[in-house]
């Protein structure tokens, strides 16, 4: 790896049927429209979705640190796919961009955040039907984990508000409307040099539309 | 524009060019269309049942192209391996557990081999699971190959999903054998960029196809059989030796890096006698007693497939260009690829990196032994046999202490860019309850097990009798899981009552009664077998046949059940639906119970009246997945802009006494503030509303909404 280019790691954690797959597709389509963006490898775990199993997507980008070469006037669009190998795999300590679309999986995945890294994070709580009774000691100690987390991490940057909540008012308000997409728009407010605002939108207005 | 595909039939065209985002799956099929494939065979497994399901609409536009959704993998095995020896491209694709049932089949196919000639080789396709995330065991299929000897070509990329089912063709038709491509679901699902170029399609007219008579060659009987083994092992020598001309060496094997890349053996050196508690492990606790001396060392890193890109990725991450070879044909070994990147790099130590068994690691080993030269290697002594391999894990070993021939050692350049997650973080991960996957809301099994269990405990009240229960695979396997607790084994598909004949035979009836269940798919499958075999027997058991109409857990395949209203407006709809209560009947003198899926109080009568009958009994649960039927109702709403829609809801008059929320256990039923509530986004009140059936507060309420829809939404 040149030294002009690093990895920028993104997790999406939540529970099946929550729509973590599609932000994970999302964000590998993003990759053509960052010309930062060298290439990207992704891996997504399958068969839980509407299960209430935990589910999670992992893109990895390859960045550019020097003058931004815009792929589409590359080779008709190409990535180039041949000359670099690396893992889809998710690094422990190494995500750059968590958007957890629910509590307990974050909580589950926050040995994977990057100190410095940046967590999108939904209050929202599902508890595993299949460890109910578990759930009271668990619940109890939800603020005391989030607080570890904070303690182990001063640096990670924790964005959290029921978002379930808040689409579910909007939704009453006026039309439909999904988790994934939702949290995805409030990454527009969060300022990463990755993620300029008008990119991000051609992005998601053509990826939703 | 999109880079994913818009539909599948795009990977179907062949002037398509430049980059679309594809999965290694449907990179798999892109590779078959453009080898010009024209028979493709299968049965559905995770990782790999994408594979049919894409090929489907291929074969579904193109008279020329066929497709054999099969009732198990031997079948689909054979009919690829009848269509090649009919004149055509054929692959056949399944999970790694299929390799156990092909394996009968497979061992004479290599004997008897393909005609290579007539350009009509015989591709296999087979998905690992090392990880066990969607199978019941991590079996390495690669060790078929030490006895069957089936070649093996293993993809590092997405976009080489796609290039090898060329090469792999074009292997098969110079050694004249079927060849097996395989990956690991971390390949499979896994999602990268293809390069798509124009590609001329050829294919093999019904005027040119014809079964070619070689008696020789496919009677593998007395002196034919003993002729035919000796070919294979000669091919095969002549393979792992380099004597065809491929295109080129590219095929088999691949060499990186520098031999002035050179890594830091941190060496170290116990001065004092360490005590019982204290471990080499924790260098930070025992440095006062160990020394350290460092030394440079060339190290050689050999692996394949998802190996590969993590040894590619641990030369980034420590920016040491050390020597790697990558092999693509990992059977037969290359024999010249160890012996050229000996040559070439003359490494000390060498690292072999690969999931479960040390299979490269002893082929390796065998031709160091013979050369003969020694070098130490770091295999599967280090490296973990269980799960799937990752680049922390690999790295993480690499960096602390390994003991090799006597000597204690890391390597510097991988401590220096390790990075652990603190242990506090580690500990709130281990604290959270793994979510066991249950059923989809709306999902009659749900409602079968909800029944049985209350069935069999009130049985187990009056009788004292203890159920025991046969697991099988399907979507009812997760019937395994709390609250239901319906599972006493899960073996492989077929085992539910295969292993239920055994257990009915031993058991004290007064004390113990069994339920063995199948589902519709795996009834045909190999369930079958196993029900004649205790009708046989006239043994008591209660056989639940759960048919939702689909194979549901692998993406929704037909199966030889679904009702003909319900079959795929496709290829494969041969307007032929195979009863299971005229099989079962057919079968001799056996009680049939037929069961309503959302009539829960009723099954729950049925099932406790059937525990008592004597001999093997059926119930035979009928009830479409409710997720395939709310698409399909949904897709004819959408066609009118007036809806009706229906809402299940929970009213102030529910006490949370858990019936539904923990005993029926929907997962629509969730608990915000303190109360219980059905989320409106995931309930399938249409389709459902069993919740409404069990509530003994009559808490539930439903509500039915004409809604004007907006169909640009």
Redesign the interface.
Known sequence: MNKLEKFYNILIVGVGGQGVITLGKFFQEYAFYQPKIIKFAAIESRGVSQREGSVFASIRYLVSNNSPKNNYENKDGDLDDKSIFFSGNPPKGQIHLMIALEFFEFLRNANYCHPQGIVLLNLQQIFPKSAVKQKIEISQETNSYLQQIRDALPNLRIISQNYSEMLNKQIKKSSNGHLNSYMLSQLLDVNISLFPAHILKEAFNNFFS | ????LSHPKELFISDL???R?LTGNEAFVRGLFEANVQFLATYPG??ASEIGDLWEWYADENPEIFYDLSVNETIAFEAAVGAAWSGVRAAVSFKHLGMNLISDALHAVMYSGIDGKRKAGLVILCGGDPDI??STNAVDIRLFSYHSQLPILEP????ECKDIVKDAFNLSEMIDLPVMIYFP??IA???????ISEVKIELISKLKRKFQKNPEKLLNAIHWAKKNQSMLYSKIFKLAHGYYKLKSHDLRWEIKGKNTSILTKNRIIINEPLQDSESIDNLNKVEDQVSFEREPILVGFIGSG?G???I??LS?RV?VDFPRLRLKLTYPFPIEAILNFIEQFEPELLVIVEDLEPFLEKEIQEILYQIPVFIPIIGKKSFPRVGVL???IIHNILANPLVIQDETFFFQEFQDHL????S???H??S???????????GCSHRNVFYSLRKAVNLYYKKTGKEPIFGGDIGCYT?SM???YETMDWLICMGAGVGIANGVSHIIDPDKQHVIAMVGDSTFFHSGIHGIINLIKNKVDVLVVILDNFYCA?TGHQQSPSTPLQYQNNSKISTGIVFSIVEIVQSLGDVFIQKMDGYSIKLMQNQFYKLFSKPGVKIALVQAECA?QKSRRKNKIKSLFSKQKLTYLSISEDCTKCDEC??IL?C?AI???SERYYIDIN?CLGDECASCLEICPNSAIQITHIIKEM?NN?
């Open positions: 524009m999109k880079y994913h060019n430049g980059s985002i995770t990782p995330n969607s590092s990329s997405i976009q679901s971390q699902h896994a999602s990268g960029v293809v390069n998802l590969w890109s993590l590619e990725e980034l920016s990752t680049p922390d990075i652990e997650p603190s506090s973080l580690n709130i991960a604290q959270i309850p793994v979510r066991e996957p249950t059923f989809c809301p997760m899981s709390k609250p857990m997720l929320f923990r256990g997962t969730q608990e915000r995931r907006n939404e």
